[in-house]
């Protein structure tokens, strides 16, 4: 099994940046892609970006896109959401998940992924 645990999140000013981190353990060699979710108060939870571990190719919402960079460190595990900025709108749980099926649900399906984080907060504040 992979276990994965967020940090990084915390309160930043708008137009600010933030970086969150998602560090994998367990069986990580069966990770197939990996993506970040967010979840804000009275919404339902949505896709932010995604990264297929094996070849790095990335994936963005279009809320996120230009502002937001997923990558990772293969060596440490760990999956890295550079976040630029940042606007009122971006405050939210973020939730880490990975999927360790190379087929199924959409990328930006939150089906798609079987193992999640227990969430960071950012909040975002004018």
């Known amino acids: 099994q992979v276990q994965l645990v967020e940090s990084g999140g915390g309160l930043v000013q708008a137009v600010g940046s933030l970086r969150l981190s998602c560090a994998a353990s367990?069986?990580?060699?069966?990770?197939?892609?990996v993506g970040w979710f967010r979840q804000a108060p009275g919404k339902e939870r949505e896709f932010v970006a995604a990264?297929?571990?094996?070849?790095?190719?990335?994936y963005y919402a279009d809320s996120v896109k230009g502002r937001f960079t997923i990558s990772n460190d293969n060596a440490k595990n760990t999956v890295y959401l550079q976040m630029n900025s940042l606007t009122l709108e971006d405050t939210a749980v973020y939730y880490c998940?990975?999927?360790?099926?190379?087929?199924?649900?959409?990328?930006?399906?939150?089906?798609?992924?079987?193992?999640w984080g227990q969430g960071t907060q950012v909040t975002v504040s004018s």
């Open positions: 990264i297929t571990w094996s070849n790095g190719i990335t």
């Open positions: 367990g069986r990580t060699f069966t990770m197939y892609r």
């Open positions: 998940a990975a999927t360790t099926r190379p087929v199924g649900a959409p990328y930006y399906s939150s089906e798609r992924y079987n193992i």
